[in-house]
């Protein structure tokens, strides 16, 4: 037997980032305790990208209104071309028009989509069952570019541990050489 200092891990470290950039203006959590997948570590100052939100809610509503507007316009053409009162360039344009103010309704869905995605961003959640290190950052702080915090914290895994510790040469080679006597010697029954 030897002992020997060592440091205990988890068996998975998990750096917490943060997604966006801001004030950190909300810590939930008590350095070194105990936190379960799901449960809110951190809230990143949200109102620019609760404005983003409502800014592509706004473009969304606005392309459905074009939208309508397109159908509508279409509806009143169809009739009159089938009777020639209006040209076929005419028709053809506003068939056109429809189909573009369609593609840019699914554009401002997905715009809206993904501002969704980024305020979510703005609430960072554990990833896993485990032990939360010490933050590196305090509320107040502006996080998510250098030089200031990028890894927040780190939540540790604790079903499995993982334990690092270092072995002086001269340890090294005496176990090396019992292991090797061990080999040599044969037991017979």
Do not use: C, H
Request: net charge negative.
């Amino acid at each position: 037997e030897k002992d020997f200092v060592a440091q205990v891990y988890g068996f998975n470290d998990i750096p917490m980032r943060t997604r966006v950039a801001g004030y950190i203006e909300q810590i939930d959590f008590k350095e070194g305790g105990y936190v379960k997948k799901g449960d809110l570590l951190y809230v990143v100052d949200p109102d620019q990208l609760l404005e983003a939100v409502n800014a592509a809610k706004s473009d969304l509503a606005r392309s459905k209104v074009n939208k309508e507007r397109a159908i509508s316009d279409l509806n009143r053409i169809k009739p009159l071309a089938e009777i020639n009162a209006v040209s076929q360039r005419d028709l053809d344009a506003a068939i056109a028009a429809k189909k573009s103010s369609e593609s840019v309704e699914e554009a401002a869905q997905a715009n809206l989509r993904l501002a969704q995605i980024r305020l979510d961003y703005a609430s960072i959640k554990s990833p896993v069952d485990g032990i939360i290190g010490k933050s590196m950052a305090v509320e107040g702080e502006f996080v998510g570019r250098a030089p200031n915090p990028v890894i927040l914290n780190t939540v540790s895994t604790t079903d499995s541990l993982r334990v690092e510790f270092f072995v002086t040469e001269n340890d090294y080679l005496a176990w090396s050489n019992r292991d090797q006597s061990n080999d040599d010697k044969t037991i017979n029954i």
